[in-house]
Each structure stands twice: as C-alpha cells, then as structure tokens.
C-alpha cells in the first residue's frame, strides 16, 4: 500500500505504478516505483522543488516526465488604450 502522493502525481504501468512522495515541509520530493511482481517499493529519484500533478511516461519505458514548480509568484500588468 502506498502511504502518501504528492498532488495526484502518480503514473500506473503494466509492471507497477511510479509516484511521488514528501516527508513534509521543505523535505524532497522522492519519485518511487511500486513494482506488482515483487510487491517492492524502488527509488528512482529525488526533487527538492514541489511537484504537480502530471506524470507519464515514453512507451519504451526509457524516459518520464513530471511538472515541477520553479517559482510561484504572480505580475500584475497596466495595458492603457488597448482596443
């Protein structure tokens, strides 16, 4: 059983389910691989910047992609006589 993923960010496959997990506050973020066979929990790598949602995978199996938050901010912008 899975403990806890971070943000939905969780891809099944035919061998086994990879995902990420957070010890908790400015802690990395580990991505994990569940493997059914053998009911083993391997890790793959380790983020120290949030991950969202979105996870997949290339259909050799060879690359995986995520979304990481770089930096969370926002601008506020003036646009005058715009039509």
């Given at each position: 059983?899975?403990?806890?993923v971070?943000?939905?960010a969780f891809l099944p496959t035919a061998t086994g389910i990879y995902?990420?997990?957070s010890g908790g506050?400015?802690?990395p973020y580990t991505l994990q691989f569940l493997e059914f066979k053998t009911d083993?929990?391997?890790?793959?790598?380790q983020t120290s910047k949030?991950?969202?949602s979105g996870l997949t995978i290339s259909?050799?199996?060879k690359i995986l992609l995520y979304s990481q938050v770089d930096q969370n901010g926002?601008?506020?912008?003036?646009a005058e006589n715009f039509r």
């Open positions: 059983m899975l403990q806890a971070v943000n939905r995902f990420f997990t506050r400015n802690r083993r929990i391997e890790t793959i790598a949030p991950v969202q259909p050799d199996g926002s601008e506020i912008m003036l």
